[in-house]
């Protein structure tokens, strides 16, 4: 089991987006302290979503913390816009190519914490060089573009390869699985060491929003 406290960021993405503010309200309703916010080029992945300009139109609906997810070819060219547009964790992939390590200190430096992911083929391996420079590991247990795909189970071993890194290298690091998550799917993750969970389609069926995310978090 994880050291950190379990935390679920719904995926605004599932939301109505002529609506948005309404889909943030019903996350805030919640109580939730995280939103997830999916950010697509329609280039590194088949779809397109939105910009900083949303993301700074939502930041003063609420104290909610920022979990922005880049899905983008060349995002060392946006983290900028997304930390002034009040993102407070950055999360890149290691598929691009692109400076990654300067772009997770650039991050930081931008007054945001970093944050590295991993598609359903990449292998775990692939994150060690960047583990000292994240506050938070990013599994894809769905190949990035849309919500409401079936979850991979391939993602659960390397759950478990980067809890016992995590212990290994006594590293203060969240592991965080996006895509498919639901209360049966995040069981299996959290039992490998996983803490933090991105749901958007699931979370935004459940009827009562609170007894899903106890569930999520086997409380
Ligand atoms: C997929 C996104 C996920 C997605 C999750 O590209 O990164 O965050 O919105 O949606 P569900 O929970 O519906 O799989
Ligand atoms: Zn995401």
Redo the contacts with the bound molecule.
Sequence with gaps: MSPHPCILAP?I??ANHTRLAEGFQIIAEAGLPWV?L?I?DGHF?P?LSFGPQVVADLRPLGKQYFDV?L?LDNPHLYVEAFAKAGAQSITIHTEPDYPIEQTLEHIRALGCEPAICINPHTPAEDLLPYLHHVHMVLL??????????S?QSNVLDKISQVDLWRKEMSLDLRIEV?????IETARLCRERGADTF??????FKAADKKQFVRDICGQ
């Design positions: 995926s993405l599932a997830h999916d697509m992945v779809n997810h899905m894809m247990s769905v190949q990035p573009g849309f919500g409401g795909q979850f996006d895509g498919g998550i639901n991105v749901a958007g389609t699931a979370f």
